[in-house]
């Protein structure tokens, strides 16, 4: 007998026909990174300056964890995934046009997929990541999973700290009606915070018959921020005097805790390819926060003319309740038919308690405090059917979902109290036709239209005033409606080397995030505009010029635009946009690699705001150690510090502005990886919510990443051919990059 080792490279990007997948585990800077920060380095997505995410230029993405909807947005949503370190993850999956089976909000899906091992034995892996900027950073990770006969208990358990600064500086004006400038005013924010962040994450699987699988999991976050916003303005007349001068700070403090809880059901009929699969999630969020904020105004010549002390408390509670079915019949001659549906229930209660400090205590001020409930019903149905011929198959899908939503801002003896209510049923369709252009499936052609939805959060329809700095305020619009987008697409992909798409997106109701002045204070705030649009041309190129070399190139090129109304003044800003994202990885004698990255954003529209071009470049190098189960990383993020946020207004009335924002982008990292345990193919089940395994695909030429052992007789001629002799073992097991 001999021993043949066939060992092959997990690539860091797959397609498939109805999304792109990126192997978290190939991309190796990921070790030193959260997952906010992995998701900033994935070809096609962009993070703003306030954790918001977009998808190929697109924002207002759908996150889903392991296929469930975090119902977070925001700087919620981007709180919650910097808690999250990177050697949690699997993989993440991107979804520019997702079928009918998925939730219809969002412009976008992004399917984050966590670690969950499902091979014999008691198995795992521990990652440590540490990286240094002007502040520290770390975080760890525990994976373990234990598979036995008719039970899969898995888990794991990760920790997070985080120091960060941000440093911004405005300069703005302001005129009169008849266009004259009247007065400037320079701000500067110096903003310094600290993250803290532990998870744990704890399932099994129970397989009561070979055909039917019961699940439960478990979920337990809880990240704390503390931080302080020291800002100095000048306020000065047309001719460069100085008028007043101010100083002051915010100190902030906030603590999470999110809690979700999931039962799962799989049954597979005896007739193959039909399946029921069922889930009940439970989700709830707790944020306990507080800010002290200190004013003081100053004339030019150094007098003290007025000066406040005032405390927010922020306490709210999130409550979700989901449950979903979804049954798959598979009918002769390559055609199926799905169905399913879903019902979620959120409740929001958020209070802003407003005191005023003075020397005698804390004294209530209702006038600028609120408590804001919202409530969220949706329920939705769908129909989704697919057949294939030769060459030609086909999909159409239909969901129709309801909307129920009540807010109410409860008010006090000095603020009035309010409310509204919706309620609204929408169709969205899906279609897609895809051709096979040759007998060997090498090119296939692709087209796809699809409607979806992107409803208001909670914060977006809170009416309060919220306080941020002396020259700056946000609220939100409880006269939102949700805005409507059309998508058609064609795209085509020769094999995994080459991905082209073509579409184009229309907005109606576009939620666009809009400022007003009001003397010299800006007012951030969302607001309904008629129309928006982007053509987008998608280009994925991934190839090896050489055995020891892989190349990812992404390249977006798109021109977007609006046309509204903000504020009675005209908005109908347009751009044109390009992003390029290049990944190179090597791969060296002796268990040595590394990879080399770059991206570049050019000219971007931000809100009512236009971003400078930019662009970022990344490097990390890799050991392999101990017989390849161990590895050790090093690498540095933003090589030049060259990825700094420069904005420029547009489409104010009477007012614009200037805008420079950089924080610790530049970082020189460590991480230490190690797998351990025996592994044996053991699997049972094939979770549709979860991350699948390294032995997700069958064949040998759909098995990257896998180390694959052949125990065989010596005139067997080739490991790639089994059919030539005879196969005596056969073991799987996964072989980081």
Known sequence: MQEVVVRVKRPLIEQEPDKTIVNVESMISSATSNTLEVLEKTPGISIGSNGEIS???????????????????????????????????????????????????????INIRLKKNRTGGLTGNISSGYSQGRYARNNEVINLNYNHKKLNIFGNIGYNLEKNYTTETYFRRFYQENNELSSKVTLLNNQLYQNGGQSVYLGLDYAATPNTTYGFLFNLNKNSKDGRLDYFSKSSTTDNRPDVIGTGNTIGMDKRTNLGINLNFLHKFKNQGKELSADINYLNYQSKGNQTLQNFVYQPEGTLTGN??????????????????????????????????????????????????????????????????????????????????KRLSAQFGLRIENTRATGQQLGNEMVQSSSFNKDYTQLFPGAFISYKLDTLNKNTLTLGITRRIGRPNYQQLNPFLFFIDKYSYSSGNPLLNPQYQYRFEIKYQHKQFLRMGLSYNKFSDLIFQTMQTVNDIFINSPNNLGFGYMLLLSNNLSFSPAKWWYVNTDIMLSRMGLDGTSYSATLNPSAWVARINVIN??????????????????????????????????????????????????????????????????????????????????RIGL??????????????????????DAERKSGIDKLYGIKILFRVSSTFPSPWSATNGPLTYLDLCPLCL
């Open 671 to 692: 991480a230490f990886t190690y797998r351990f345990g025996k592994e044996t193919f053991a699997r049972k089940r094939r979770h549709n919510n979860n991350a699948s």
């Open 308 to 389: 406040n002390e005032f405390l927010y408390l922020l306490p709210s509670t999130i409550n979700i309740f989901t449950v979903k079915a979804d049954y798959v019949h598979s009918l002769k001659n390559n055609a199926k038919w799905e169905a399913g549906f879903k019902s979620s229930l959120v409740n929001n209660d958020n209070i802003s308690d407003y005191y005023l400090v003075a020397e005698t205590g804390l004294i209530s001020d209702n006038s600028r405090s609120n408590h804001f409930k919202y409530d969220e019903n949706i329920n939705a149905a769908y129909f989704n059917t697919q057949k294939s011929w």
């Open 55 to 109: 998808l190929n230029g697109r924002g207002a993405v759908l996150v889903l964890i392991d296929g469930r909807p975090t119902y977070m947005s925001g700087q919620d949503l981007a709180a919650y995934l910097k808690s999250l370190p990177g050697g949690l993850l699997d993989k993440i999956e991107l979804m520019d046009n997702p079928p009918a089976r998925y939730d219809a909000s969002g412009n976008a899906i």
């Open 585 to 666: 990885q090597f791969r060296f004698e002796k268990g040595w690699s590394a990879e080399f990255g770059g991206y570049y954003a050019s000219i971007d529209l931000n809100g009512q705001a236009f971003t400078e071009p930019r662009y970022r470049l990344n490097a990390t190098i890799q050991k392999k150690i101990w017989k390849e189960k161990g590895s050790i990383r090093l690498g540095i993020d933003d090589m030049f510090h060259s990825w700094i946020q420069k904005n420029s207004s547009v489409g104010l009335k009477q007012a614009d502005f200037l805008l420079t924002n950089e924080n610790d982008t530049q």
